[in-house]
T-cell receptor, first 117, second 113 residues
Framework: AQKVTQAQTEISVVEKEDVTLDCVYE???????LFWYKQPPSGELVFLIR??????QNEISGRYSWNFQKSTSSFNFTITASQVVDSAVYFC??????????????FGTGTRLTVIP | EADIYQTPRYLVIGTGKKITLECSQT?????MYWYQQDPGMELHLIHY???????EKGDLSSESTVSRIRTEHFPLTLESARPSHTSQYLC????????????FGEGSRLTVL
């Protein structure tokens, strides 16, 4: 069964628009971790946020915000007032170490965001 | 800023060649990983290691092999490259035993002709 689903393959927005990237996950564990990574054209994955399953508080960091809802198994990511530099592929990921026995990340298929100037 | 390095960044080789992708980290992390990224973006774990002399296969079957003789070094080897091995290979490391952030290298993009 797929553990992380990012239904949006590609999104294009005009600069300064807000955009939300969806992430739905699946796990049987009560203890798990969710992540968002950004992959710019240069190729490396840049860590954005980690959230553990016991902390449902939403988080805001500058123009970025994350909405974690256990009831719907979702961990959505919103960029406010998007900029061209936000253009990248964004990955949502899940770690459920009690099941896998390891610190492995299961990645979604990614969402390619293009911000048009 | 992450201190994890991959070489080469880009490699184009012919079928049948043996290649080694290098990965080194200077953070003293026990755990290291290799992910393969398809051209369509999806990432799959192919190898991981908990420490020196520990290697495990990941979720995606791969013909590559890895070794972990030193904590900081986790090379990946293909004995006989084929066009189906064309992909981006990403190395990562982490410190914590569960739920820890993974630090990624910039990747090695391999093309086999």
């Amino acid at each position: 069964a797929q553990k992380v689903t990012q239904a949006q393959t590609e999104i294009s927005v005009v600069e300064k628009e807000d955009v939300t990237l969806d992430c739905v996950y699946e796990t049987r564990d009560t203890t798990y971790y969710l992540f968002w990574y950004k992959q710019p054209p240069s190729g490396e994955l840049v860590f954005l946020i980690r959230r553990n399953s016991f902390d449902e508080q939403n988080e805001i960091s500058g123009r970025y915000s994350w909405n974690f809802q256990k009831s719907t198994s979702s961990f959505n990511f919103t960029i406010t007032a998007s900029q061209v530099v936000d253009s990248a592929v964004y990955f949502c990921a899940l770690s459920d170490p009690l099941t896998t026995g390891a610190n492995n990340l299961f990645f979604g298929t990614g969402t390619r965001l293009t911000v048009i100037p | 800023e992450a201190d994890i390095y991959q070489t080469p960044r880009y490699l184009v080789i012919g079928t049948g060649k043996k290649i080694t992708l290098e990965c080194s980290q200077t953070m003293g992390h026990d755990k290291m990983y290799w992910y393969q990224q398809d051209p369509g973006m999806e990432l799959h774990l192919i190898h991981y290691s908990y420490g020196v002399n520990s290697t495990e296969k990941g979720d995606l079957s791969s013909e590559s092999t890895v070794s972990r003789i030193r904590t900081e070094h986790f090379p990946l080897t293909l004995e006989s490259a084929r066009p189906s091995h064309t992909s981006q290979y990403l190395c990562a490391s982490s410190e914590l035993s569960g739920g820890g952030e993974l630090f990624f290298g910039e990747g090695s993009r391999l093309t086999v002709l």
